[in-house]
């Protein structure tokens, strides 16, 4: 089944969502549609497993939220996570494919929103962690909007055309998270 999600992925990402045909795919894993169809009953289904294995490899890229403790030098965590984030999306052919396809569509939008609330969960516990003691509804609007902004400012340095623009982009961001947390974390 590995080998159908790798050659997946690698069809959209050459065919984007209108292109991807599961008679194709079945063609280029060398097996059979009836053994794509035993795990995967349609194209859609394939692809929401796509979305999920990337955002899988997202909060890999970002780190272990969980490991951060209050007293931790919270500026630096931030900085590798943006880093993080923004090596591992540059390096994945598919990660700028699976983002575009949960914007256009509807059958994805789910996913994607499932997903990203997974990541909002994290970052969350994580402030907390690191000592955010504000009330939980205020912490999670703070994790939302990091995430919101993070997501759309890396998208905008992946699609940089010079590589100095990309890195002031990251840099701002850094720069606008720093601000956001500084008066809600110690040090």
Request: proline share 3%; charged share 25%; aromatic share 6%.
């Amino acid at each position: 089944m590995q080998r159908v999600l790798e050659e997946a992925e690698a069809l959209l990402v050459e065919q984007g969502v209108d292109g991807f045909n599961t008679n194709v795919l079945a063609d280029r894993a060398k097996v059979g549609v009836r053994a794509i169809y035993r795990y995967f009953p349609n194209k859609w289904a394939i692809l929401v497993e796509l979305v999920d294995r990337s955002y899988a490899r997202e909060r890999e890229w970002v780190g272990h939220l969980g490991g951060l403790r209050p007293g931790d030098d919270w500026r630096s965590a931030v900085d590798r996570m943006i880093d993080g984030f923004y090596a591992g999306a540059s390096a994945s052919a598919s990660y700028g494919v699976l983002r575009a396809a949960c914007q256009v569509s509807p059958q994805l939008r789910a996913v994607e929103a499932r997903n990203v609330t997974r990541f909002e969960t994290d970052v969350a516990d994580t402030l907390l962690a690191l000592g955010m003691t504000i009330a939980s509804d205020r912490r999670r609007i703070i994790a939302q909007i990091i995430i919101e902004i993070s997501g759309r400012l890396i998208d905008l340095a992946l699609k940089a055309e010079d590589r100095s623009d990309a890195a002031l982009l990251l840099d701002e961001l850094k720069r606008m998270l720093h601000d956001l947390l500084a008066p809600y974390l110690p040090g």
